[in-house]
């Protein structure tokens, strides 16, 4: 686990690819207890120790992750997600590149339960949910073009449906249409920054994570 920011409230960490942020029932050890675990030890704290999830990441996805450490912080930290006051930036690999080098995408998402999976459609309709997100393509490797993404909603597997809806099917992710999987069994979708006011001192707090070490992401260079 690498810590990116901590103070007396937060803790900023990157997860790596293949942890859940939050337990489940596989049973596996999330990334909230080895952060708890760290914290109980770095700062010798008595008793239980007090951790907040405030967003999640998919088990194949890496990178930027906030916790909570105070109540405090944990109930204006969900308020500040609820009303869409933290930037956050992705990275994703795709193979194909979108027809648009930049654009805005806007679907209407259907979610299956049963199958862990969300469906875009280009009209409304039943049970569905407005999805949008801004994309640009930032850079080209030999294989692959990173494109960034800002979203401007939250919903289940949004980057992941809406880039494979445009023929961009985030490299490994089988699910959303990839060709193959990638060995480890990670997608290349990368929760690259993360900005928002702190929730007591009101500092602007703006953290990034380096992308994962595998071959294709360091095509790019990137710190």
Not at 143 to 154: A, D, K, N, P, S
């Amino acid at each position: 686990m690498k810590v990116l920011y901590e103070d007396n409230h937060v803790i900023i960490v990157a997860k790596s690819a293949g942890e859940i942020v939050q337990g489940d029932k596989t049973g596996d050890e999330p990334l909230s207890e080895t952060v708890k675990a760290y914290i109980k030890e770095r700062y010798a704290k008595p008793g239980a120790v007090f951790l907040g999830v405030v967003h999640r990441l998919d088990r194949p996805v890496s990178g930027v992750v906030l916790f909570a450490r105070t109540s405090k912080a944990l109930a204006r930290l969900n308020t500040m997600f609820a009303t869409q006051a933290v930037a956050k930036t992705y990275w994703a690999l795709v193979q194909n590149a979108p027809a648009e080098p930049e654009g805005t995408l806007t679907h209407y998402l259907v979610r299956n339960e049963k199958q862990n999976k969300s469906y875009a459609y280009d009209h409304e309709r039943p049970g569905a949910k407005r999805a949008i997100l801004d994309y640009k393509v930032i850079g080209h490797s030999d294989r692959y073009h990173l494109v960034e993404v800002h979203l401007h909603t939250g919903r289940h597997h949004q980057i992941r449906c809406q880039l494979a809806a445009i023929g961009c099917p985030i490299r490994g992710d089988l699910k959303y249409g990839a060709p193959r999987s990638n060995p480890d069994g990670s997608i290349s979708l990368h929760a690259r920054s993360i900005r928002f006011e702190h929730p007591v001192s009101h500092n602007d707090i703006f953290v990034v994570a380096p992308p994962p070490s595998d071959g294709p992401w360091q095509a790019f260079k990137a710190d």
